[in-house]
Structures are given as C-alpha cells and as structure tokens.
C-alpha cells in the first residue's frame, strides 16, 4: 500500500511539472540585437534581438515570434552577442537555439537563445 501511495504522489507531482519547450530557428536574419542598461521587466546587460520578418515557432515552442531575450547570465562571455552583431552587419542567415524556458529568458513571453550559429 505504502508502494502505491509513493508512486501515486510521484506520478501527481511530476504531472504538475513544466518542461521547457526548446527548437531551432533554422535561417533566420537579425534586424537588431540591444544589450539593455534599464528598461522595465530587464536587468542591465540582457540582451534582446529582434527578428527580421519574425520566425515560425518551432512544435510545442511558445512565445513571441518576432523578439528573443536573453538574461546576461546566459551569454557571460558575450561569444552569442558577438555572432549575433557579425551576422546583422553582414547580413547574414543565423541558426538559432531557442527555448521558452522561464530561468533563461530575461523578459516575459519570449525565448531565450541558447545557441547561435552563422551560416553562409
């Protein structure tokens, strides 16, 4: 009985709990990329980037389809940042990682990146 009532409580708890959705992005080009110093819901140092003519979301991804936001955090190193200002001053496609993870994103109802690659 004890067994039961174990696997039942399991079984409720992780029926409560979320996944993050994740995708890929796949050719998509930057319009704009801003680290924010202040603005609202941000903390200084997210960066946001808008998308060019926005992007089709990705199966069982939900949010914004034209902005993402990333927290700081997330790009500590800044190597996403750099990518992303090369591919907007060549114009560029990008492959993005995205995901509506609620940890990552540093704004409400957008994705985050959590990958950036430069295409040719």
């Not at 979320?18 to 941000?42: D, F, K, N, T």
């Amino acid at each position: 009985m004890k067994k039961i009532l174990l696997m039942c409580l399991i079984v409720i708890g992780f029926s409560n709990f979320s996944y993050a959705a994740q995708g890929i992005l796949h050719s998509v080009y930057i319009e704009r990329v801003a680290v924010i110093s202040s603005w609202g819901a941000h903390v200084p140092g997210n960066m946001e980037v808008k998308i060019k003519d926005g992007f089709a979301l990705p199966a069982g991804v939900v949010c914004d389809n034209n902005h993402l936001a990333t927290l700081k955090t997330v790009d500590g190193f800044n190597l996403m940042f750099t990518l992303l200002i090369t591919a907007q001053s060549k114009n560029q496609p990008v492959m993005l990682g995205i995901a509506n993870d609620a940890s990552l994103t540093a704004y409400p109802g957008r994705c985050s990146i959590k990958f950036v690659s430069l295409l040719q």
